[in-house]
């Protein structure tokens, strides 16, 4: 275990003693001499956020404007971090086994490596060639991209300190907390203590030394990110990196970050290149979307600061039994639930008996009420084997007594509509009454009662 140092400072002069004196040998001040703890060696299990030996306060005023951020070269990541990595934070990402993670941070560090300074890549997970092999499949070359696979923490923050020290660090990769270890825990890697005591070490040299640093995470069955939960608590931003099997789509989204919106959503695809960005996702997301089938509708989705057009779709079927089965992938089960109890009363169209499946395509979640409208229709269309125009889009929120209420930000989402050339949208009325400007194109109408979007859509 690392012993902490203790140095004895003079404030007025800087001068470094052996021990405490009441008149400082240096420059014959009296009570200036400070013990100070060489934070390279602070205890174990703190986190040391500046190298500073007093510690005044500082007026706001004083304060100097924040380092800019580091571009991480991909705007899909730059988006959800919100903007690019903040010098001296601490981003853990996390997600399911071979989701693409590696994949994901090499192709980070290859884009950063082109600058002029360095990024240290390590691996607890792979060797050195594995970690060249998967690099040169992605196309990363360059002499700033500095690949280490080791285990001991203290290792590498050696590395990266002599780095940092000569001015040369861009930024720091851990892959991943749970395989390195630090000699300041005797458990095992990945057991609590050790993942807590390595997530420390790394937080305390990105405050330090003003360098960000990024962590991978293993996650467990039910989707938690594996360790101690003050791990989350500890760095400045969480993200995972979502997908499934079957489809090449993968999602990155924060769930906690200091320095930016956790609404905002990047969007790529896997390829034997390696991840590709999707900058315009609502063209992916709907290019093989069926524009005649029942059970289909089309939504103005925000995420974050960009509107996304999202399909809808649900199917009906008789249930067997008397317990009618509801399935959802992407939209709440009880906004479901609750939309097909106001399709029942409000709408005319007896289906708490259905079987109810609903789905949004691209694995994206509606989190919004704004998309009550679309789910509703969506069911709507498949009870009645009726299909929806295809150039229709719907957005808005469904109240309980069947009323639709205005959704946020809606003139973007039209615009994004008619930018896709959607010809038609249902919206709710404005809370002003006023009507919104409707784009070149688009027609809109903003129908009072889920009752009158019916009609409007289905007939
Ligand atoms: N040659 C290839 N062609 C296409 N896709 C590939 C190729 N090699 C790897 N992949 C994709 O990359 C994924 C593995 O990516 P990666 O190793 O970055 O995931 P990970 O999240 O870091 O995994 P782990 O949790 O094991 O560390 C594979 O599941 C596969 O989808
Ligand atoms: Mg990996």
Redesign the pocket.
């Known amino acids: 275990m690392a012993k902490s140092r203790s140095r004895w400072v003079c404030s007025e002069c800087q001068s470094t003693h052996s021990g405490w004196y009441g008149k400082c040998p240096s420059c014959g001040a009296w009570n200036t001499i400070e013990e100070v703890c060489d934070p390279q060696d602070a205890p174990a299990g703190r986190v040391v956020l500046s190298s500073a030996t007093t510690a005044a306060a500082v007026a706001l005023s004083e304060v100097g404007e924040e380092t800019p951020r580091i571009t991480a070269g991909m705007p899909e990541v730059d988006r959800v971090l919100g903007g690019g990595f903040v010098p001296g934070s601490v981003v853990l990402l996390g997600?399911?086994?071979?989701?693409?993670?590696?994949?994901?941070?090499?192709q980070v560090a290859a884009h950063l490596a082109k600058g002029k300074r360095s990024v240290l890549y390590a691996s607890g997970?792979?060797s050195l060639q594995q970690i060249a092999g998967?690099a040169r499949?992605l196309g990363a070359d360059g002499e700033r991209l500095l690949l280490l696979a080791e285990t001991r923490t203290e290792t590498i923050l050696h590395t990266a300190r002599e780095l940092a020290l000569a001015g040369e660090l861009e930024l720091v990769v851990v892959?991943?907390v749970q395989t390195v270890y630090s000699s300041d825990n005797d458990g095992l890697p990945g057991n609590t203590g050790q993942v807590r005591a390595v997530s420390t070490q790394l937080i305390s040299f990105a405050k330090q030394h003003d360098i960000p640093v990024v962590i991978?995470g293993?996650i467990t069955k039910d989707g938690q990110l594996a360790g101690p939960r003050l791990l989350e608590h500890m760095v400045d931003t969480v993200l995972g990196?979502e997908g499934d099997d079957d489809r090449?789509t993968r999602l990155l989204r924060a769930s906690k970050n200091r320095f930016g919106s956790t609404l905002e959503l990047g969007v790529f695809e896997?390829?034997?290149?390696g991840l590709r960005e999707i900058h315009n996702p609502s063209e992916a997301f709907l290019s093989q979307r069926p524009t005649d089938a029942p059970g289909s509708c089309i939504t103005v989705s925000m995420q974050g600061a960009r509107p996304l057009l999202l399909e809808v779709q649900a199917l009906l079927a008789s249930s067997p039994g008397g317990n009618p089965r509801r399935n959802s992938v992407g939209v709440d089960p009880s906004r479901l639930a609750m939309m097909l109890a106001v399709l029942d009363r409000h709408g005319g169209q007896f289906v708490l008996d259905q079987d109810v499946f609903v789905n949004v395509t691209g694995g994206v979640r509606l989190s919004e009420p704004a998309a009550d409208l679309a789910v509703l229709l969506a069911v709507a269309s498949s009870h009645r084997r009726v299909a929806m125009p295809g150039d229709m889009v719907a957005v808005g929120e469904v109240g309980l007594t069947g009323e639709l209420r205005h959704a946020a930000r809606i003139d973007v989402r039209l615009a994004e509509a008619a930018r896709l050339g959607f010809k038609r949208a249902i919206i709710a009325p404005s809370s002003s009454g006023k009507a919104p400007k409707a784009p070149k194109g688009l027609k809109v109408r903003a129908p009072k009662t889920v009752r009158e979007a019916l009609e409007l859509a289905l007939e």
């Open positions: 997600g399911a086994p071979g989701i693409g993670k590696s994949t994901l941070l090499l997970e792979e998967r499949r892959d991943s991978v293993h990196f090449a896997m390829t034997s290149e």
